[in-house]
């Protein structure tokens, strides 16, 4: 096997593209049974709040065609908890553990910052500006590119050394837009995308699938509309880019990477089988020796378009 | 020795109706081989995917272990969506990835006379807690069902334990079923009461148990995406009011651990 897979992100190396999605890989430790959790690109740890958060009321989740709704409300132990008991058991040394945050208010964002940038075994700040599933802020604050930039300025400069990543919400007019402001605010990185909004209801009982009635839709079925933002995001802007949406192959890493990302996330489809993401880091560089490509950067945006 | 939770790549060894199967209603069971799951405690669970699912539908699909030997997983699968329908559809050799066991089983105090409170195809885990009890003579079985009793492993159970099925044709045979169960709750008051089944059934077997301070057991049927922990999909209310994972720290409560209520 010759193929590299090691990717060169701000402050960090991953010894490959291959990472987990924040809510859909726990905190990690839940995915160690079916797998060496070294081998991954890194791990996007659930959203963290500073305070515990309960989440929404059920049913929190409805399946659709080849993908699902999610209203979880980021349900999450509080940064504190997760310092304490989840942090030192994840194997930060050998693979980036990215911590995702939700928050209220700027000032809210810039202290949640100011406790992880402290961290040893943190290796980056995915900030959370497209929660579809929560009252307060989530996904208004990536709507507005004034609001995503006073938020990334906020984070930025309480973050340290730590790379600060925005999460880009796809639920806006102009993407590029607030990727721009983002970017202008500080952000190191950018990960595309959050999930979509929408719903799904049942026509017997009247009720819509999710208590909160609407939710975020991931999985395969977002995997066309990722793809578009990232190449979007990839033409107007040089700070890296992560993709997200539906990948759940090593075809869709690497087409991900041709439109320009460096990494992928994979999240949904660690619910399809829990060694997804194992599975997919094990088998790229086989396909990447099958396609002839040597390394990631050469291959790296070259989409043959127009 | 099994690898506890790893994904296993298994193939199905047959698929065979339990009883008449119509166009609306079939339950089946489903055995593959086993390649050293690790042992597990009855009322605990798999995950099921087979490759038929490609990428739709995109969940896994939780059952309970319905019967666990060193050479065999068998499941018993009642069709009645698009998952189960793949599922009750497979032939001998078809590749279906499983893992497990999962989650938290039935408690087992051999000694203590332990009722088994099941519902339709909620009597599936009752199969492995029967067969793995130590001293079934101290166990009974009421079992609630709608479709044929030919259609669920009641005969089998009635082998090995003191059985009782309760049939439900018409609404008005609901409270003749609720009275049955009360009654059954406040004679092993004293004992273990285990429930498996519709959540209604649960809720009932809750609210009784309470009424008659007996100690009981439900094991609820949330929906699950990842079933490992994962995704905080399948939550349920507990009594303090937080949400835990019915997948990890179920799906097997005590009822005076949650505050149980209509919706899930
Ligand atoms: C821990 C656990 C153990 C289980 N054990 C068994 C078992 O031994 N045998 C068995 O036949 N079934 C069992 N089930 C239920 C089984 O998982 C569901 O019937 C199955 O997921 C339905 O899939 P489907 O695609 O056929 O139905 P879908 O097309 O997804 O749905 C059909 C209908 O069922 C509802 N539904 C879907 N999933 C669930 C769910 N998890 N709980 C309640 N309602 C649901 C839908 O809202 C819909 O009304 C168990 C569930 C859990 C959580
Ligand atoms: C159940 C669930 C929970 C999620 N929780 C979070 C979260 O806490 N923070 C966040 O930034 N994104 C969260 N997401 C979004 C994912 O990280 C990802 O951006 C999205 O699901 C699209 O990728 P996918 O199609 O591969 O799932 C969640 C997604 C799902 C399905
Ligand atoms: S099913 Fe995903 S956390 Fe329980």
């Known amino acids: ?306 | 020795m099994g690898i506890s939770g790893a994904c296993r790549d298994l193939t199905i060894l047959s698929v065979t109706p339990a009883g008449p199967v119509g166009a609306q209603f079939g339950c089946y069971y489903l055995e593959m081989d086993n390649p050293g799951l690790d042992p597990a405690v009855a009322g605990q669970f798999v995950m099921v995917r087979p490759a038929a699912f490609g990428s739709d539908p995109v969940w896994p699909r939780p059952f309970s272990i319905c019967r666990l030997t060193p050479d065999r997983l068998t499941l018993f699968i009642q069709a009645c969506g698009r998952g189960t329908d793949i599922l009750c559809r497979l032939a001998p050799g078809d590749p279906v990835t499983v893992w497990g066991p999962l989650g938290q089983g039935f408690a087992l105090e051999p000694a203590v006379p332990t009722v088994m409170l099941a519902g339709g195809v909620g009597i599936a885990p009752f199969m492995e807690y029967a067969a793995t009890h130590p001293a079934p003579g101290n166990l009974s079985l009421v079992f609630g069902h709608r479709q044929p009793l030919s259609c669920y492993p009641f005969a089998e159970l009635s082998q090995l334990v003191r059985a009782e099925a309760f049939e439900e044709k018409t609404p008005d045979d609901l409270p003749r079923f609720i009275s049955r169960l009360e009654k059954t709750v406040a004679e092993f008051a004293g004992g273990l009461i285990l429930a498996c089944g519709p959540r209604p059934l649960l809720l009932t077997v809750a609210r009784l148990a309470r009424r008659y301070g007996a100690r009981a057991q439900v094991s609820l049927e949330n929906r699950m995406a990842c079933g490992v922990g994962g995704c905080l999909g399948c939550v349920e209310k507990n009594a303090l009011g937080q949400y835990v994972q019915t997948c990890t720290e179920g799906p097997v409560f005590w009822v005076d651990e949650l505050s149980l209520s209509e919706d899930a």
């Open chain 1, 1 to 306: 096997m010759s193929a590299d897979t090691a990717v060169r992100l701000p402050g960090m190396r991953a010894k490959n593209p291959v990472m987990t999605a924040s809510g859909t890989f726990g905190y990690g430790m839940e995915f160690a049974p079916y797998g060496d959790l070294r081998r991954l690109g890194g791990i996007v740890v659930k959203g963290l709040s500073l305070k515990p958060r309960t989440g929404n009321a059920m049913p929190r989740i409805a399946e659709t065609p080849c993908g699902m709704l999610n209203a979880i409300g980021l349900q999450n132990c509080g940064v504190e908890a997760f310092l304490r008991d989840k942090l030192p058991r994840l194997p930060f040394k050998d693979t980036p553990i990215i911590a995702n945050l939700y928050a209220c208010d700027a000032d809210e964002f810039a202290e949640l910052a100011g406790v992880l940038a402290a961290e040893e075994g943190v290796a980056a700040l995915e900030v959370n500006i497209s929660c579809p599933n929560v009252k307060a802020g989530g996904i208004a604050f990536g709507q507005d590119p004034a609001m995503a930039g006073k938020l990334t300025e906020a984070v930025k400069k309480r973050a340290g050394n730590k790379p600060v990543w925005v999460k880009l919400s796809p639920n806006v007019t102009d993407i590029v837009g607030i990727a721009r402001a983002a970017v202008l605010g500080g952000a190191d990185v950018l990960t595309c995308i959050n999930t979509l909004t929408g719903m799904a209801v049942d026509i017997r009982s009247r009720k819509p699938r999710l208590a909160n009635v609407i939710g975020g839709l991931s999985g395969p079925a977002i995997k066309p509309v990722a793809l578009r933002c990232v190449w979007q995001v990839c033409q107007a802007v040089s700070a890296p880019v992560i993709g997200v949406g539906g990948v759940s192959s090593a075809e869709d890493v690497l087409e991900f990477i041709l439109v320009g990302a460096h990494a992928v996330q994979i999240g949904t489809a660690n619910f399809m089988r829990p060694d997804m993401a194992f599975r997919i880091a094990e088998r790229l560089p086989q396909l990447m020796d099958e396609l002839g490509i040597k390394d990631l950067d050469e291959y790296r945006g070259t989409l043959l378009a127009g």
